[in-house]
């Protein structure tokens, strides 16, 4: 019997690892969920659950149909139609992905306020004194959540949906032309069912989005099941309830999951990578194209440029007035180190995962890629509940091994700067994973080969000759995950260091408090980092748009910019 080398038994000892580290927090759930004496149950399933099952439903319901709309009509408009600043709109709307859900939820508080400059100012011009002589609609409730989730979540539709009209639908638009379709009758007969795998995907990477937030859902007053996970551990220091809550939200995730797949036939929106016709847009002229104008820049004003506005006049007037908080630079520092060590450890074992395939086993390796996907199908919460058992667990083994008292402080436990990265690299894991297995997939099978023949193995080839031709892939992804971390609101409200703020959990405090303006520069930042991998999807887009007419539009796509697409792709399926 041949004798198995050492680098392939060390390969699988770490497949199993790595197993074990994805669905501990599951099982984990399980466990601390069965630990409950079953008292609070009843007080649970009376009078918690039936309302935190009807908001989440119908903020899920609402969003759902906010961002199909929003997405699939504003990537029709631009794939469709030309008119004068469509290259502008077409950029811009990508914007509102830089912007927090409870940033914006944040800023739109203040501005709506009673007291605020949009009701103060309707009062000014209508001669009114008093609040109470303009009624107002109430920004915090269940409508008013769902308004503003959908306008930042938008562009998680948007982005897909646009690519594949661009991409696969012109000869048939082009044939339904030939038949007398207009404009109208082309986009719901043919486009849109041509867009559902795009429409079904990008909804599903929003929805998961919606029931992540706990920030804008608590600073509007829906009382969703996330949120209830989070009052239930932390304001009534019951874990096993906020377990069994917990549970609910990701029977019920994988169940939309599976929907989600079933709406889309098990089909990707990606083209067959042959070249396609270009879509021919129509052009528009005198007021329609002003009104094509219009509509495009609605949902950017709403989603990113009135939030942006309004933070950057609230800081700068606090900057003049007593100064910046001293604590922002510590802050800023912290939400920095703890984003950059997730991201090292998240890129170094997503190019592992991805490449596990190859290192180890086919099937094996593609069952990888798929469990890499439970963190991100979790919500932070739900994910902050799960990891609590493993992390306890990992702590004892580690102080036994270094023969430290168990009473001493925790090493990786609850409130150590190492749970933190280790819950961040769970959640975006499969962030990472499918853009580097998308780069890998655009190497030509001869290069690795070609080394294979030369006596280097797996391992040696991935790190000498696959790695340095992935490096635009493997830095998008780290890009996004950085990003991600860094607005990451629940994992990092429940797992932080003690006396430990980062940008996100000092503006969630001066929400909570009230104080608004004194949490805008906080908010600022955060949309400035959000920034960053939203202007490099801009300008790589744009890079890609400048071709030679008649060619297919997907055909000059710069590598980072299909490694986007794809791991966006991969992360809404991944768990399906």
Same mark, same amino acid.
């Given at each position: 019997?041949?004798?198995?080398?050492?680098?392939?038994?060390?390969?699988?000892?770490?497949?199993?690892?790595?197993?074990?580290?994805?669905?501990?927090?599951?099982?984990?759930?399980?466990?601390?969920?069965?630990?409950?004496?079953?008292?609070?149950?009843?007080?649970?399933?009376?009078?918690?659950?039936?309302?935190?099952?009807?908001?989440?439903?119908?903020?899920?319901?609402?969003?759902?149909?906010?961002?199909?709309?929003?997405?699939?009509?504003?990537?029709?408009?631009?794939?469709?139609?030309?008119?004068?600043?469509?290259?502008?709109?077409?950029?811009?709307?990508?914007?509102?992905?830089?912007?927090?859900?409870?940033?914006?939820?944040?800023?739109? *508080?203040?501005?709506?306020?009673?007291?605020?400059?949009?009701?103060?100012?309707?009062?000014? @011009?209508?001669?009114?004194?008093?609040?109470?002589?303009?009624?107002?609609?109430?920004?915090?409730?269940?409508?008013?959540?769902?308004?503003?989730?959908?306008?930042?979540?938008?562009?998680?539709?948007?982005?897909?949906?646009?690519?594949?009209?661009?991409?696969?639908?012109?000869?048939?638009?082009?044939?339904?032309?030939?038949?007398?379709?207009?404009?109208?009758?082309?986009?719901?007969?043919?486009?849109?069912?041509?867009?559902?795998?795009?429409?079904?995907?990008?909804?599903?990477?929003?929805?998961?989005?919606?029931?992540?937030?706990?920030?804008?859902?608590?600073?509007?007053?829906?009382?969703? @099941?996330?949120?209830?996970?989070?009052?239930?551990?932390?304001?009534?220091?019951?874990?096993?309830?906020?377990?069994?809550?917990?549970?609910?939200?990701?029977?019920?995730?994988?169940?939309?999951?599976?929907?989600?797949?079933?709406?889309?036939?098990?089909?990707?929106?990606?083209?067959?990578?042959?070249?396609?016709?270009?879509?021919?847009?129509?052009?528009?002229?005198?007021?329609?194209?002003?009104?094509?104008?219009?509509?495009?820049?609605?949902?950017?004003?709403?989603?990113?440029?009135?939030?942006?506005?309004?933070?950057?006049?609230?800081?700068?007037?606090?900057?003049?007035?007593?100064?910046?908080?001293?604590?922002?630079?510590?802050?800023?520092?912290?939400?920095?180190?703890?984003?950059?060590?997730?991201?090292?450890?998240?890129?170094?074992?997503?190019?592992?995962?991805?490449?596990?395939?190859?290192?180890?086993?086919?099937?094996?390796?593609?069952?990888?890629?798929?469990?890499?996907?439970?963190?991100?199908?979790?919500?932070?919460?739900?994910?902050?509940?799960?990891?609590?058992?493993?992390?306890?667990?990992?702590?004892?083994?580690?102080?036994?091994?270094?023969?430290?008292?168990?009473?001493?402080?925790?090493?990786?436990?609850?409130?150590?700067?190492?749970?933190?990265?280790?819950?961040?690299?769970?959640?975006?894991?499969?962030?990472?994973?499918?853009?580097?297995?998308?780069?890998?997939?655009?190497?030509?099978?001869?290069?690795?080969?070609?080394?294979?023949?030369?006596?280097?193995?797996?391992?040696?080839?991935?790190?000498?000759?696959?790695?340095?031709?992935?490096?635009?892939?493997?830095?998008?992804?780290?890009?996004?995950?950085?990003?991600?971390?860094?607005?990451?609101?629940?994992?990092? @409200?429940?797992?932080?260091?003690?006396?430990?703020?980062?940008?996100?959990?000092?503006?969630?405090?001066?929400?909570?408090?009230?104080?608004?303006?004194?949490?805008?520069?906080?908010?600022? *930042?955060?949309?400035?980092?959000?920034?960053?991998?939203?202007?490099?999807?801009?300008?790589?887009?744009?890079?890609?748009?400048?071709?030679?007419?008649?060619?297919?539009?997907?055909?000059?796509?710069?590598?980072?910019?299909?490694?986007?697409?794809?791991?966006?792709?991969?992360?809404?399926?991944?768990?399906?």
């Amino acid at each position: 019997m041949p004798a198995i080398p050492v680098a392939r038994l060390l390969g699988w000892a770490a497949f199993g690892v790595l197993v074990m580290a994805l669905l501990a927090p599951v099982l984990s759930l399980a466990v601390a969920a069965s630990e409950g004496t079953g008292e609070l149950w009843p007080h649970l399933v009376a009078y918690v659950l039936p309302q935190a099952l009807r908001d989440t439903a119908l903020l899920l319901a609402g969003v759902g149909l906010m961002v199909i709309g929003l997405g699939a009509g504003a990537a029709w408009l631009v794939a469709a139609f030309d008119f004068p600043g469509r290259r502008f709109v077409e950029a811009a709307l990508l914007l509102p992905l830089a912007v927090p859900t409870y940033v914006v939820a944040y800023a739109y *508080l203040d501005l709506m306020h009673p007291l605020g400059p949009v009701q103060s100012g309707l009062r000014a @011009l209508f001669g009114l004194t008093s609040p109470r002589d303009l009624p107002f609609p109430d920004l915090r409730s269940l409508p008013g959540c769902i308004l503003l989730l959908g306008f930042v979540l938008y562009p998680y539709v948007y982005l897909p949906t646009r690519a594949l009209f661009l991409m696969r639908a012109g000869s048939l638009l082009e044939a339904a032309r030939m038949l007398g379709a207009g404009p109208a009758r082309s986009f719901l007969r043919v486009a849109l069912p041509l867009a559902r795998p795009a429409v079904a995907l990008g909804t599903g990477l929003a929805l998961m989005e919606a029931v992540n937030d706990v920030g804008a859902a608590e600073f509007l007053g829906v009382r969703t @099941l996330t949120v209830q996970v989070y009052a239930t551990w932390v304001n009534r220091s019951d874990l096993p309830g906020a377990a069994q809550i917990a549970l609910v939200i990701l029977g019920s995730i994988l169940l939309f999951v599976g929907l989600e797949r079933l709406a889309r036939g098990g089909r990707g929106y990606a083209g067959s990578g042959r070249r396609e016709q270009a879509m021919a847009r129509r052009p528009l002229t005198g007021w329609r194209s002003g009104l094509a104008l219009g509509l495009g820049l609605v949902p950017v004003v709403i989603g990113f440029a009135a939030p942006a506005a309004y933070l950057s006049a609230s800081a700068l007037r606090l900057a003049l007035s007593v100064g910046l908080p001293a604590s922002l630079v510590a802050e800023a520092a912290n939400t920095i180190l703890y984003a950059g060590l997730a991201t090292a450890l998240v890129v170094g074992v997503g190019l592992l995962i991805a490449a596990a395939p190859t290192l180890l086993n086919p099937r094996a390796g593609k069952a990888l890629i798929r469990m890499a996907g439970l963190g991100y199908a979790m919500p932070g919460t739900v994910l902050a509940v799960g990891l609590l058992g493993p992390l306890a667990l990992l702590d004892a083994t580690l102080a036994d091994g270094l023969g430290l008292r168990s009473t001493g402080p925790a090493l990786v436990g609850l409130g150590t700067g190492a749970a933190l990265v280790i819950g961040y690299g769970l959640r975006f894991l499969t962030i990472s994973v499918g853009a580097t297995e998308a780069g890998l997939a655009r190497i030509p099978r001869s290069i690795p080969d070609a080394a294979r023949m030369l006596g280097r193995g797996r391992l040696a080839t991935l790190i000498g000759v696959q790695l340095p031709l992935v490096r635009p892939a493997l830095l998008s992804g780290a890009l996004l995950v950085f990003v991600d971390i860094a607005k990451e609101l629940p994992l990092t @409200l429940l797992l932080r260091p003690l006396n430990v703020e980062t940008l996100s959990t000092h503006l969630y405090g001066e929400a909570a408090r009230g104080t608004y303006e004194d949490g805008a520069a906080a908010a600022l *930042l955060i949309v400035a980092i959000g920034l960053i991998p939203v202007a490099t999807l801009i300008g790589i887009d744009r890079a890609g748009a400048d071709r030679k007419p008649g060619k297919a539009p997907v055909a000059r796509r710069d590598r980072p910019m299909r490694a986007l697409e794809i791991s966006a792709e991969r992360g809404g399926r991944s768990v399906g």
